[in-house]
């Protein structure tokens, strides 16, 4: 007769090694796109988490851009913490911009380009 199972199954956390692909404040380039994400940052941001498969009109309730920039670091293994995730929203459009540029160069469809 065997003993008792004392160690329970659990999840392995893998370390996060990766950083982003583009800056944060070097995410404005081209400039179109800063302009654009300056001027329609509800819209782009309601894209982007359409686009990682989250609500559209999520972007209107407090916070979660901040949880969709952690999601996409956690699904791609980008260094970084929570309290960076909130204070690099106190940039806006440079956010939304480097968590598009993200997407685009893990090769996430975009269905919003014709």
Request: proline share 8%; hydrophobic share 35%.
């Amino acid at each position: 007769m065997s003993g008792p199972v004392t160690i329970q199954p659990g999840h392995k956390l893998l370390p996060f090694t990766a950083d982003w692909k583009n800056e944060l404040f070097a995410s404005c380039s081209p400039i179109q796109e800063g302009v654009i994400y300056c001027l329609c940052g509800p819209c782009c941001a309601g894209r982007l988490h359409q686009r990682t498969g989250e609500n559209y009109f999520g972007c209107l309730v407090p916070g979660t851009t901040q949880a969709l920039r952690a999601k996409i670091r956690m699904a791609y293994g980008i260094k970084g913490t929570l309290i960076g995730d909130c204070l690099a929203s106190c940039c806006g459009p440079c956010s939304l911009l480097q968590m598009k540029k993200e997407l685009d160069a893990q090769g996430v469809p975009n269905p919003f380009n014709n």
